[in-house]
């Protein structure tokens, strides 16, 4: 851990306490937010670090929630595994569809991940015998040692917090650097002597990965799996939140998940316009905080420290 | 021979603009190719490094048909080239840039834990230092002047020891301090570490100094090839191409 990052240690421990506030809002509100930030940070992975948009990310985060509620009821198979095997199909799925789309550039690779999702949804939405179909897949108990929501929050805050240090150890790495440059300048980045497609693929199938997580850690939480999950405006919401945070930091995406859930519950309960007022927070953001709230604060505590 | 190119040709939408080139270079040789504006020097870079497809020809690098390999695989056979326009890694400091080009060159860029900053600080340095960018090491690439960018690139060719080094005029947009300090650095080097070296130029002092062959193109077309002598004299080469130098 390096000097930057000891405000990790007061949220950490803040998190810890949620469930000791005895409400029940904050305890589901902080559980909503931990699996969104590791969606969000896995898409980002893809978007602040590659360079490459995906605009079907909800594919990978449903086809984890159908993957592991279907193992655990259908085929009762024990959580743990069913729960690691849900990664597998977000990875399985993200290296299918990767395949063809990093052969493709810029709008046409987000116009494909965007098709790929919409057949992964339609399948979701067809395939009755298997998801339940439109009305989704409903009773998807939590494992008897996590049956409470307290007990689920920390298991939640567990399984984040270990996949957003793997893949923070990945964006720091080697592997993650190389990433960056295929961002930067993915020509420059294969006349150094790398096969930029494949490291895509190899990032896409990451991402897929711990989406696919995040997903199934969502379905059990919600104790059903719909349709919706992988509808393409999930897919938005979870640009939405990574850009609203800031794609050019690893905790941008964590913020923007936070930000996004906590207004999207305060705001129903006012309006039914929801929508609308995300996508005006969302152009605002654009035109004048292009870096994102995370890359907004960045820049003021550079220029605060410059003036002293 | 090191590098062979044979009967290269490409057009672009009907336009022929390398129209049948041949070439070959030894190992060790420092060879320009020179040519007015639109002669096709650049696209003869793009076709031998993979940059673009090719319509016909043959290029045999190190007695390997590298003709129709993408360009990652060419590099790893150790050719490496530098671009007219500048072409780095915008967003990344000075030091990442080099340090990324070293990281692909020693086979760690598939590496996911171990933490970047730790890897070849020194061999990066030493790099920054021979291509007079050590004081900027940690400055935004994208925000240094337009020569400091050139080196920059320079640096980057570099770091994965090449055995033939192919640049697209290196000085291009720089002040005269700045060409020849390039000039003596790309000299020093090549001698150094036996590099092979293809440049083009478009300032003859430049081109007249270090090359020990020159290669003479015009519209798609190799009119001759020589010492610096030879070609200097050659009739043909004033007609087209001294005569309207700048
Ligand atoms: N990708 C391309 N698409 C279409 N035409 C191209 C392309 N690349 C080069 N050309 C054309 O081919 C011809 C040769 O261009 P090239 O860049 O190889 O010339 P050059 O000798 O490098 O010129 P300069 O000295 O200006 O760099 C020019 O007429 C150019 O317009
Ligand atoms: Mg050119």
């Known amino acids: ?308 | 021979m090191i590098l062979t190119v044979e009967n290269l040709k490409k057009s672009f939408d009907g336009f022929v603009a390398v129209n049948g080139v041949s070439f070959s270079i030894e190992k060790g040789e420092l060879c320009s190719i020179i040519g007015p504006n639109g002669a096709g020097k650049t696209t003869v870079f793009n076709l031998i490094t993979g940059y673009l497809p090719l319509d016909e020809g043959r290029v045999i690098f190190n007695g390997v048909d590298i003709t129709h390999m993408r360009a990652y695989q060419i590099c790893r056979l150790g050719m490496r080239r530098s671009f007219q326009r500048t072409n780095i890694f915008p967003r990344l400091t000075v030091f990442e840039n080099v340090q990324a080009a070293l990281l692909a060159y020693r086979g760690k860029s598939f590496n996911f834990f171990t933490p970047v900053e730790t890897l070849f600080r020194e061999e990066t340095e030493a790099i920054l230092g021979r291509v007079g960018l050590q004081d900027h090491s940690n400055a935004m690439s994208g925000s240094l002047s337009y020569g400091f960018q050139k080196q920059l690139e320079l640096g980057i060719a570099l770091a994965s020891e090449p055995d033939v080094l192919l640049l697209d005029e290196p000085t291009a947009g720089m002040s005269t301090e700045e060409t020849s300090a390039t000039i003596e650095l790309i000299g020093r080097i090549a001698h150094e570490k036996g590099l092979t070296l293809l440049f083009t130029e478009h300032d003859m002092e430049v081109v007249f100094s270090i090359s020990e062959r020159i290669l003479v193109l015009h519209q798609g077309q190799m009119i001759t090839e020589g010492s610096p002598d030879e070609v200097r004299t050659n009739p043909d080469v004033q007609k087209v191409y001294l005569g309207e130098a700048r």
Request: proline share 4%; hydrophobic share 55%; glycine share 8%.
């Open chain 1, 1 to 308: 851990m390096s000097k930057q990052d000891w405000f990790l240690i007061p949220i950490f421990l803040i998190l810890c306490l949620v469930p000791l506030s005895g409400s029940r809002f904050y305890v589901f509100l902080a559980t909503d937010i931990l699996i969104f930030a590791l969606f969000a940070v896995s898409l980002n992975l893809l978007l602040g670090y590659t360079g490459l948009v995906s605009f079907g990310h909800a594919a990978y985060f449903g086809i984890g929630a159908y993957a592991c509620a279907l193992l655990m009821r259908k085929a009762s198979i024990v959580f743990p595994v069913s729960f690691v095997a849900a990664g597998l199909f977000g990875a399985l799925a993200a290296l299918i569809i990767g395949f063809f789309c990093v052969r493709l550039t810029k709008i046409y690779f987000a116009m494909l991940t965007l098709a790929f999702s919409q057949i992964v949804w339609a399948a979701a939405f067809k395939w009755n015998s298997l998801t339940g179909g439109d009305t989704g897949f409903i009773g998807v108990p939590f494992p008897q040692y996590l049956d409470s929501k307290t007990r689920y929050y920390y298991f939640t805050l567990a399984v984040v917090v270990v996949c957003l240090f793997i893949i923070r150890k990945v964006v720091n790495s080697p592997f993650g650097r190389i990433l960056t440059t295929i961002r930067e300048n993915s020509e420059r980045t294969e006349f150094i002597g790398i096969n930029v497609k494949f490291f895509q693929l190899v990032a896409f199938i990451i991402s897929g990965f711990f989406s696919a997580l995040a997903g199934a850690l969502f379905g059990i939480f919600n104790h059903s799996v719909f349709p919706d999950f992988l509808f393409w405006p999930a897919s938005a919401e979870v640009l939405i939140m990574t850009i609203l945070g800031g794609m050019y930091s690893f905790f941008g995406p964590v913020v923007g998940a936070a930000v996004v859930l906590f207004l999207r519950m305060q705001i129903t309960s006012y309006t039914q316009y929801w929508p609308l007022i995300l996508g005006m927070i969302l152009a605002v953001l654009l035109f004048f905080f292009p870096g994102g709230i995370v890359g907004f604060l960045q820049n003021r505590l550079t220029l605060l420290r410059g003036n002293r």
